[in-house]
């Protein structure tokens, strides 16, 4: 789950932790790509390291060449052209994985969802994998573009609650956030 609430973004993972021996710190979903820029992931992760990788190069070729952050929107462009472009390419597999990209920049507080094929799209509340259906239509009677990082996550807690029922342990759930300030 992704939001952009008035103080700034807040990510929210289900780790989804299916062996009791696996440690649940060691199982990363959310990475930041620049101080400002912070992505989430679902489905094939090994593909979403290689594109936070390539997120995290771009806004630092951007941080030396121009003495600025990178735009949000630019590192979603270069992520969704990339992926997009293996889906029409011959002896390429395009990538598995659904990215949320949420930051600040002088446009003001982003969050956006791109799917494997390269489309992406703006969002206020946004969340993808599995359970992803349940979540959005709590998402669309709950969230509200005023609420603080705090409220959005007691929502995403809330949501997440409901829909993995007894399944639910706050040892998978994880949480990071990029304020305004």
């Not at 936070?52 to 003495?67: K, L």
């Amino acid at each position: 789950i992704a939001m952009a609430c008035k103080d700034g973004v807040l990510f929210v993972t289900d780790k989804r932790i299916l062996d009791p021996l696996i440690v649940p710190e060691a199982v990363e979903k959310i990475w930041q790509a620049d101080a400002h820029i912070g992505i989430s992931a679902s489905g094939i992760l090994s593909d979403a390291r290689i594109l936070i990788e390539r997120a995290r190069v771009g806004a630092q070729q951007h941080r030396v060449t121009y003495d600025s952050s990178i735009d949000v929107l630019d590192v979603v462009r270069d992520i969704s052209d990339l992926k997009q472009m293996t889906t029409q390419s011959g002896g390429l597999r395009p990538f598995g994985v659904s990215l949320l990209i949420g930051g600040i920049d002088e446009d003001g507080i982003k969050v956006y969802q791109t799917d494997p094929t390269g489309i992406y799209f703006q969002y206020h509340a946004v969340a993808i994998g599995e359970g992803d259906t349940e979540v959005t239509e709590i998402l669309h009677k709950k969230y509200k573009t005023t609420m603080t990082i705090n409220d959005g996550l007691k929502l995403a807690v809330e949501s997440l609650k409901k829909v993995l029922g007894s399944n639910f342990s706050m040892d998978r759930i994880d949480a990071a956030t990029i304020r305004v300030e």
